[in-house]
């Protein structure tokens, strides 16, 4: 995979100095393995998260391939030939109606520039990208900050709605229950400007044996 755009080593050493329960956390998962998988292009990028919401992975991708078996597969998604598409297409590849109809606005939204091309979108800041994206039917902020953390690398992205992040929190700080969004960006804090490696650490954290991590307590 292509490297991130900032340093995993810098990022490893802040995380560590600044929380010692992340420091312990990173020690029990070990080594950094994520990294970045670019996109031709954010409609593509947010096509393929669309097709993955509230689905297991193969399932997923096995929607997702029927999907891009409609297009040109040997070239990056073309919004025209999408917005073309029947609805009946897409509901035969396994879409449902509220993604098919994602997925027909994503295109349209494409096509009259409310969703920017990459090298338009390169330049803005988390926020704005946030607000540009989610004007599309059926994505919202949960979708996007995953194309901001896996698709663009940004380095201080976090998913404090994510079921994984609240559950990450509670097993490494020793809490009796999953916090809420708001006490998430509280504990988080400490780990700017590195949020997004310590949301990975916090991920995989839940693969972890219970005698594997030792808690620092919150």
């Not at 946030?130 to 201080?156: A, C, E, H, N």
């Not at 949020?195 to 030792?214: Q, V």
Request: net charge negative; proline share 9%.
């Amino acid at each position: 995979m292509p490297d991130l755009p900032y340093s995993v080593d810098d990022a490893i050493q802040h995380l560590s100095s600044s929380d010692s329960s992340m420091a312990a956390l990173i020690h029990a998962v070990g080594p950094f393995e994520g990294g970045l998988r670019p996109a031709p292009s954010p409609f593509e990028a947010l096509c393929e998260a669309v097709a993955y919401q509230q689905l297991s992975g193969k399932a997923a991708a096995t929607i997702y391939g029927r999907f891009r078996a409609l297009t040109d597969e040997s070239n990056p998604l073309d919004p025209i030939l999408v917005a073309n598409l029947p609805d009946e297409a897409l509901r035969g590849a396994g879409l449902s109606g509220a993604k098919t109809v994602a997925i027909k606005d994503l295109a349209a939204k494409t096509l009259d520039g409310s969703v920017p091309g990459q090298a338009e979108l390169a330049p803005l800041a988390d926020d704005e990208i946030i607000d540009r994206l989610t004007q599309v039917k059926g994505v919202g902020p949960w979708s996007v900050k995953m194309y901001l953390m896996f698709r663009l690398g940004r380095p201080d992205v976090l998913p404090q709605t994510d079921l994984g992040i609240r559950k990450g929190i509670m097993r490494t700080y020793g809490l009796k229950e999953m916090p809420p969004p708001k006490e998430v960006i509280r504990i988080a804090e400490p780990w700017r400007p590195y949020r997004t490696l310590a949301s990975w650490y916090l991920w995989r954290s839940l693969e972890l044996g219970d005698d594997a991590l030792i808690l620092q307590g919150g």
